[in-house]
Nanobody
Framework: QGGLVESGGGSVQAGGSLKLSCAVS????????LGWFRQAPGKEREGVAA????????YYANSVKGRFTISRDNAKNTVSLQMNSLKPEDTAMYYC???????????????????WGQGTQVTVSS
Protein backbone atom coordinates (compact mmCIF):
# COMPACT_ATOMS: atom_id res chain seq x y z
CA GLN A 1 0.00 0.00 0.00
CA GLY A 2 0.94 3.65 -0.16
CA GLY A 3 0.80 5.13 -3.61
CA LEU A 4 0.12 8.77 -2.93
CA VAL A 5 1.49 11.26 -5.46
CA GLU A 6 1.14 15.01 -4.98
CA SER A 7 1.17 17.64 -7.70
CA GLY A 8 0.37 21.32 -8.15
CA GLY A 9 2.93 23.03 -5.95
CA GLY A 10 4.80 26.11 -7.08
CA SER A 11 5.64 29.71 -6.34
CA VAL A 12 3.06 32.44 -5.93
CA GLN A 13 2.86 35.93 -4.52
CA ALA A 14 1.02 36.67 -1.29
CA GLY A 15 -2.72 36.83 -1.88
CA GLY A 16 -2.55 34.36 -4.73
CA SER A 17 -3.97 30.86 -5.10
CA LEU A 18 -2.74 27.35 -5.77
CA LYS A 19 -4.47 24.00 -6.04
CA LEU A 20 -2.73 20.85 -4.90
CA SER A 21 -3.85 17.42 -6.02
CA CYS A 22 -3.03 13.95 -4.74
CA ALA A 23 -3.54 10.80 -6.76
CA VAL A 24 -4.17 7.87 -4.44
CA SER A 25 -3.85 4.18 -5.26
CA UNK A 26 -7.17 2.31 -5.03
CA UNK A 27 -6.06 0.18 -2.07
CA UNK A 28 -4.98 3.23 -0.09
CA UNK A 29 -8.05 5.23 -1.04
CA UNK A 30 -10.13 2.71 0.85
CA UNK A 31 -8.57 4.20 3.98
CA UNK A 32 -11.20 6.43 5.47
CA UNK A 33 -9.21 9.61 6.08
CA LEU A 34 -7.14 11.59 3.59
CA GLY A 35 -5.21 14.57 4.85
CA TRP A 36 -2.90 17.36 3.82
CA PHE A 37 0.06 18.26 5.98
CA ARG A 38 2.88 20.76 5.66
CA GLN A 39 6.35 21.15 7.00
CA ALA A 40 8.47 24.27 6.87
CA PRO A 41 12.24 24.13 7.43
CA GLY A 42 13.04 23.73 11.10
CA LYS A 43 9.41 23.17 12.07
CA GLU A 44 7.32 20.14 12.88
CA ARG A 45 4.94 18.68 10.37
CA GLU A 46 1.48 20.12 10.95
CA GLY A 47 -1.98 19.09 9.84
CA VAL A 48 -3.70 21.43 7.40
CA ALA A 49 -6.92 19.68 6.40
CA ALA A 50 -8.48 16.23 6.26
CA UNK A 51 -11.57 14.64 4.74
CA UNK A 52 -13.51 11.45 5.38
CA UNK A 53 -13.63 9.66 2.05
CA UNK A 54 -17.06 8.11 2.59
CA UNK A 55 -19.08 10.71 4.50
CA UNK A 56 -17.23 13.82 3.44
CA UNK A 57 -16.65 15.39 6.86
CA UNK A 58 -13.87 17.93 6.66
CA TYR A 59 -11.40 19.13 9.26
CA TYR A 60 -9.22 22.22 9.08
CA ALA A 61 -6.42 23.78 11.05
CA ASN A 62 -7.41 27.16 12.49
CA SER A 63 -4.61 28.81 10.52
CA VAL A 64 -6.20 27.92 7.17
CA LYS A 65 -9.93 28.03 7.89
CA GLY A 66 -11.73 30.23 5.39
CA ARG A 67 -8.77 30.18 2.99
CA PHE A 68 -8.18 26.50 2.16
CA THR A 69 -10.71 23.95 0.96
CA ILE A 70 -10.17 20.20 0.87
CA SER A 71 -12.16 18.03 -1.51
CA ARG A 72 -12.16 14.43 -2.68
CA ASP A 73 -13.25 12.71 -5.87
CA ASN A 74 -14.19 9.13 -5.11
CA ALA A 75 -14.51 8.28 -8.81
CA LYS A 76 -10.94 9.37 -9.54
CA ASN A 77 -9.33 8.44 -6.20
CA THR A 78 -8.00 11.94 -5.72
CA VAL A 79 -7.93 14.49 -2.93
CA SER A 80 -7.31 18.17 -3.58
CA LEU A 81 -6.47 21.26 -1.59
CA GLN A 82 -7.56 24.63 -2.95
CA MET A 83 -5.47 27.33 -1.30
CA ASN A 84 -6.60 30.94 -1.57
CA SER A 85 -5.34 34.16 -0.01
CA LEU A 86 -1.93 32.60 0.46
CA LYS A 87 0.48 34.11 2.96
CA PRO A 88 4.27 33.86 3.22
CA GLU A 89 3.79 31.72 6.34
CA ASP A 90 2.05 29.10 4.19
CA THR A 91 5.41 28.37 2.57
CA ALA A 92 6.25 24.71 3.20
CA MET A 93 6.50 21.25 1.72
CA TYR A 94 2.97 19.91 1.48
CA TYR A 95 2.23 16.22 1.91
CA CYS A 96 -0.77 14.05 1.21
CA UNK A 97 -1.43 11.22 3.68
CA UNK A 98 -3.90 8.46 4.47
CA UNK A 99 -5.04 6.64 7.60
CA UNK A 100 -7.76 4.21 8.64
CA UNK A 101 -9.75 6.41 10.99
CA UNK A 102 -11.05 9.93 10.66
CA UNK A 103 -12.62 12.10 13.31
CA UNK A 104 -12.10 15.25 15.32
CA UNK A 105 -8.73 16.68 16.21
CA UNK A 106 -7.04 13.29 15.66
CA UNK A 107 -7.60 13.81 11.95
CA UNK A 108 -4.91 16.48 11.86
CA UNK A 109 -2.22 14.63 13.78
CA UNK A 110 0.60 13.48 11.54
CA UNK A 111 1.56 10.62 13.84
CA UNK A 112 -1.80 8.94 13.21
CA UNK A 113 -1.26 8.59 9.48
CA UNK A 114 0.10 5.41 7.92
CA UNK A 115 0.80 6.33 4.30
CA TRP A 116 2.53 9.38 2.88
CA GLY A 117 3.35 10.94 -0.45
CA GLN A 118 6.71 12.48 -1.35
CA GLY A 119 5.51 16.06 -1.03
CA THR A 120 5.21 19.13 -3.23
CA GLN A 121 6.78 22.51 -2.48
CA VAL A 122 4.67 25.64 -2.02
CA THR A 123 6.48 28.98 -1.84
CA VAL A 124 4.63 32.22 -1.14
CA SER A 125 6.56 35.46 -1.56
CA SER A 126 5.62 38.78 0.01
Amino acid sequence: QGGLVESGGGSVQAGGSLKLSCAVSPDTYRSTCLGWFRQAPGKEREGVAAVHTEFGQKYYANSVKGRFTISRDNAKNTVSLQMNSLKPEDTAMYYCAARDLCGGSESLKAGRYNYWGQGTQVTVSS
